[in-house]
Structures are given as C-alpha cells and as structure tokens.
C-alpha cells in the first residue's frame, strides 16, 4: 500500500486558522486531561504502576519473537486460526479471503487503529464487501470518508451540527438537532447490521501470550456484540500488542482506563479465548488471529527508537501536548496523531514520506510525563530528527544542511562571547523599533522570522538584559541587602 508524502506544515497551517477546530479541541482535550488527573491522582503508587508498566513492555518487546510464538500456540489450543501479515496489504488479503472463503457479503467492525493503518474498509469494499463501523465515532468518520482525529475520540473534530447534516446528506433522514436523536438513528441503522452480517472484526487492546487471550475494552458494547453475534470473528493487532501472562493485564487495564478516560474500568472488558465452545451460550464459530508487523519489526531492530513500540494507544499524550492541541490529528497525515504520531508514522511509513513529524514537538516533554508506560517521547523525536537530517545528506541537500549548521556555528560564536553578544543584542533591540506590536511582541518580521510570527508570538528584545539587571542586583546584595526577595 503507498501512501503520499505527510506535508504537516501546510495542514497544520490551515488547522490554526480554523475557529471551531480550536474550540472542539481545547473542549475535549480539557475534559480527558482532568479526568485522567483526577482518575490518576486516587491510586496510589501510579508512578510506581508506570514503572512497572513500562519494565513489562521492555521486557515483552526485547523478547517479542518468544512471546508472539507462545501466543500462536496458544490461540491454535484455544481453537483459533493465527495468521501473519508482514504488511497492510497482506493483512487485508488474508482477512478478505477469510471472508470469501466463507461467502461473507457483509461485515460490521469495531473500533481499531489497526484497521485503519492498512486502510481495511477500502480494502473490503474494493472485494465487494460491506464494511460497517459500529463504534459511534469511527462511524461518523466513515460516513465522512475521514481518518480518526484522535486515537480515542475519533469524531472530536465534528460538532453537532456537522453530524446533524452528515447524517441528513448519507443517510437520507431529515436533519436532527438533538444528539439523543442522532444516537437513536445510529443505533437503530447498527442493529440490523449486527444481525446480518456474516463476519465481525475487532482490533485487541492486549493480546495475551500465556492464555492465547485478546482484551478489547470500550464504552458503547459494540465491540462486544461485534465478536458474538456474527458466525466469524476476525482480530487485526499489530504484533506490539503482546502482553506476558494474564496476571499483566491487572495493571495494563489500570493504566489505560485511567489514561484515556479517566474511568477506573471501562464499561465494558471482553476477554475472547478463542471460538465458542460447545458449553457457551453465544460467540462465534470461527475465530482468527492476524498479527500485523507492518513496519513494527523495523522499529524493533533500533534499538534507539524502540521505545515507540510500548505504546498502549491510551492518547493521554494528545491530550497534553501544546502542538496537537493546536493543530488536531488531520494535520499529522495519517492515522495515528499527537505525539505518538509524531514517532509512529514516519518509523512505520518511511522517514522520507513524514520527514516533518519528528519536528512537530516542541520538546516539552508533557507526553512524556503522562505517558502511562513512560515512553521518553523527547528522546526518541531527537533520533528522528537526526535521521531526517542523516537522509537529507544522502540525497544531496548539502546546501540546507550547510546553512543550517552555519547558523548554529554563528549562534554559538555570538552567545560564548560575552562582549559580541552584548553588542548584537544593543543593536537588536534599536532594529525591533519598526515591528513593535501590542502586548510587548514583534510582528510582521521579514523572512525568515515571518515564519515564525504569522502562527507565534516573538517577544520584544528588553532594553535592559538580564545580565544587567543581574549584576546589578548582585551588587545590591553586596552593599548589605541580603535579605532582598529574589
């Protein structure tokens, strides 16, 4: 599957100026981040839960190969079908084929990013399947023809009105003003979808290597109905997903309902072992395991990026950071955004089709501190953004590079020399006079600092520097005023 060259920067540009983009945002991002506190804040120990956490997914990570073979084996005892995907085109073949093989005209899907990555629905639709997301949100968006904006809030860029004349436009009904309304007709539209289709599939939230079990966790219960009422379960996870032993996901479902949510559980927790069993009173007849590497075992095999892979997809890190609260997920190209984004696509798409993202950050850290598995989000963006560079050389861009480090050649000449940075600095601030705007800020610089203000602040340069004020203080302190407030 070929994806086009992710252009952050002009998405992003456009994303700023959009007002109901903005107020949608800072909305939900504001409502997840206090109820993630709040949720956090009541447990005691939840470092401590974050350490261990992230030690297990090391430890699963540094030995994947070990444990995916162990799930294998124990999914095929439970009666299941395990298959390997190397890439999206792959999975959605062998999925098709499940489909055909079992003359299935229809399925209904719940929520998965996985899915999503490998473009499944064009996949089945382009077999003459139809595809029917059940989960509300992934809902909207199909009926839009859109990616998910957010890992767990895939609508959040929909206000009411826009699904209102969505729902009018694709579903021929008349326009409702009421969300109650809105959700009885999607509800009702689902129902019979459930009950006709011949194949249901589900991403997994954990995959279980000692038990062969997948955990999916939700709010709705249409993940639920998904993986029992049709004849055929179908599960799409990517082979990241992997968890030790049962015992794990104790801690793994802590972490994440409190993360993404704020909840202590999701409404609903689903365990599936396999298919039904003789003594079972629902569930399906078949059920089908495809493991999706993708990509994932180049991220793997770099041992400096390899972090990335501990990710629960909680989207606590889109939540707190400054740039996706700014800019929403549409800007960074691809299904997966924020943060997470920022490290994901451009490992999983190629450096070359995202060299951007890795720059998308301001470096804060804010994803880090939140991340339930302590992912160092930081680190990992600086080894990107030295591979971006590494391959910019290797395709003759000499001259950026050279201007570029130029630069930093002359920044670090100018501020290691007390007198020269003082000198630049007096003159700087007689220069900014013409570009003094309100509020103490400059505008309307020329290029290449008009880039930066047209989305951004630019603080004036202060009359008397901090060193001055500095030395003058310390003077202060010397002539008997030590007990000055500092």
Known sequence: MGYERINFEADSARAVDDEKLK??????????????????????????????????????IENLDRYLLMLEENVKKAGGHV??????????????????KNNVKSVVKSKSMATEEVELNTALEAAGIRAVETDLGEYIIQLAGEHPSHIIAPAVHKTKDDISRLFSEKLG????????????????????????AG?????ANF????????VIVENEGNARLTTTVPRIHVALAGIEKIIPRYNDLSLFLTLLARSATGQKSSTYVSFITGPRRKTDKDGPEEFHLVLLDNGRSGILANEQTRESL??????????????????????????????????????????????ELPFASSLCGACRDVCPVKIDFPRVLLELRHE???????????????IERLSFRLWRTIVTHEKLYGAISSLMYHLQTPFRGKGGSLGSLPYPLSRWTQDRDFPAIAGTPFRERWKKLKREIGQGGRNRNL
């Open 310 to 355: 501990y990710c629960i997809r909680c989207g606590a890190c889109l939540n707190n950071c400054p740039v996706y609260r700014k800019v929403g997920g549409h800007s960074y190209g691809w299904v997966y955004s924020g943060p997470i984004g920022a490290i994901i696509n451009p490992q999983l798409l190629g450096i070359d089709k995202a060299p």
């Open 388 to 402: 971006v560079k590494e391959s910019k050389a290797e395709k003759g861009k000499g001259l950026e590079l050279f």
């Open 173 to 196: 009904i008349p326009y409702l003003s009421e969300p109650e309304e809105l959700t009885k007709v999607a509800r009702e539209r689902m129902r019979s979808e459930f009950l006709n």
């Open 23 to 60: 107020r949608a945002l800072v909305n939900v991002t504001n409502r997840f981040r206090s109820a993630r506190n709040k949720a956090s804040s009541e447990v005691p120990g939840w470092d401590e839960l974050r350490a261990l956490g992230r030690e297990i997914k090391k430890e699963t």
């Open 199 to 203: 194949m249901g599939i589900s991403g």
């Open 83 to 100: 298959h390997w995907a190397g890439d999206g085109e792959e999975a959605c073949a062998i999925i098709i084929e499940i489909a055909r």
């Open 207 to 214: 995959a279980v290597a000692e038990t062969g079990t997948i």
